[in-house]
């Protein structure tokens, strides 16, 4: 007589969910093109077996029952989990929000015209320095608090608000300090090549000096990548190449902010440099479009930032998906031209705005962003051996992410297999401190 196998002690169960999307269909790393973006993985009434904060297995409820038992167990009936939501481009490092430069330029100022009189970037540059490393560390926390909250539990942080070498070493310290205490994943970016601060502004050469030299040797062990705000009235293209060298030299990855105000070729030369991402894109050009569709730097659509400016320039996303892009989804949560942290608003935008189908988005969102960062082996997806880092939606179907808009649809955000935020009364019991993320980038 054949003997039953008993079952094997996890940490926990997540039972019972409406609807439980993997993204399991496929392999667990790479970000995913094509046809590929169609393959959600969904298991109806699924379930989620954690153990050490890692994924066991996923699978139907009754299944998971018969193999796992668990110390404790959440019944997500009714409710529909995702990947937790990897934002892979924003700006948390600030102080002061700039509201008043929100109603200037619905009164019809433009962006660059506000930047030129002294606010935009410079404005929160401003704001930053005169910052203690206490009171910048304060506002970094709430912040990174404000993405679990919408159901995120991976993001980039860039700096690029202090625009000196003093103040970009604080910013990344803070960035650094916080990140190891809090439960989300940070993988922090340094943007001195953000805007020329107004000491150097008619001394570009020399910023451009300051930022290869002096900054880079103090910021490199302090994040994980180097980002440049290319454009032709910002950082040109002889400049932005001179710095993404110089960080490259220096053990840095690259992203890059491109093609987003005017054309500058700056998706070419993502792919020429190598660079991880290549963010924005409203102005891409055909020729940037095929050279990222054969690369691996993937496309970063952030159509929060277009529906605040009001701008009704979006970036030729359902191209660039035929073409066989790896695009990602992202918030560019910053003071001044996108203040959310919303990646399910951002998904409704990349519906109407971007064309973009559910499963595209969701993917997106997850495991390509992921992939943009050098996290994907290790999330952005419920593949086994992944952390447990996933969002329950209360929503009727996966379908309804991006249908559902103006509202948080998060119920319960968890990270590392531990219930960290819970948005409705009915899982606050179940609410457990955060276990502190092992391995943290720039930790």
Excluded: W
């Excluded at 704001?127 to 490393?133: I, N």
Aim: aromatic share 6%; with cysteine; hydrophobic share 45%.
């Amino acid at each position: 007589m054949a003997t039953v196998a008993a079952p094997e002690p996890v940490d926990r169960l997540f039972l019972h969910c409406r609807e439980l999307v993997t993204l399991a269909d496929g392999p667990a790393a790479g970000a995913r093109r094509g046809k590929a973006l169609l393959e959600l993985g969904i298991v109806p009434d699924g379930a989620v077996a954690v153990r050490d904060g890692r994924i066991v297995a996923v699978g139907a409820t009754a299944d998971l029952r018969r193999r796992f038992r668990a110390g404790e167990e959440l019944d997500l009936s009714g409710f529909v989990v995702l990947p937790g939501f990897v934002d892979c481009h924003t700006h948390p490092v600030f102080t002061a929000t700039r509201e008043h430069e929100f109603h200037q330029r619905c009164s019809g100022a433009d962006y660059m015209a506000i930047a030129a009189a002294g606010g935009g970037i410079l404005s929160s540059m401003r704001a930053v320095r005169q910052a203690t490393a206490g009171e910048l560390a304060q506002a970094v926390r709430r912040h990174l608090d404000g993405f679990l909250v919408q159901g995120t539990t991976t993001i980039e942080a860039k700096s690029g608000y202090g625009l000196s070498t003093e103040a970009e070493v604080k910013s990344l310290r803070v960035l650094r300090d916080v990140s190891r205490e809090h439960a989300l994943t940070v993988s922090p970016t340094f943007l001195g090549a953000h805007e020329f601060p107004p000491e150097y502004r008619d001394d570009r050469e020399g910023y451009v000096r300051l930022v290869v030299g002096e900054m880079l040797s103090r910021v490199k062990e302090l994040c994980d990548s180097c980002d440049v705000f290319a454009e032709p009235k910002v950082f040109d293209r002889v400049q932005t190449v001179r710095i993404l060298s110089a960080a490259r030299s220096e053990g840095l990855r690259l992203r890059l902010h491109a093609d987003e105000i005017e054309p500058m070729g700056g998706a070419e030369l993502a792919v020429e440099m190598g660079a991880d991402s290549a963010d924005h894109l409203q102005r891409i050009s055909e020729a940037g479009q095929e050279r990222l569709a054969q690369s691996q730097t993937v496309a970063v659509f952030l159509p929060g930032t277009s529906f605040l400016l009001g701008k009704n320039v979006h970036p030729p996303a359902r191209a660039m998906l035929e073409r066989g892009c790896a695009v990602a989804l992202a918030t560019d949560f910053n003071p001044g031209t996108c203040f959310s942290q919303s990646m399910p608003a951002v998904i409704t935008l990349a519906c109407v705005n971007l064309k973009m189908g559910i499963a595209e988005c969701i993917h997106a969102a997850t495991l390509n962003a992921a992939a943009s960062l050098h996290l994907d082996r290790d999330l952005g997806s419920l593949h086994p051996g992944k952390r447990a880092d996933f969002v329950v939606l209360d929503l009727p179907s996966h379908e309804a992410l991006g249908y559902a808009f103006a509202g948080n649809p998060v119920a319960l955000t968890v990270k590392d297999g531990v219930p960290v935020v819970a948005n409705i009364a009915e899982f606050e019991p179940d609410l457990a401190p955060a276990t502190e993320p092992e391995d943290a980038p720039g930790a």
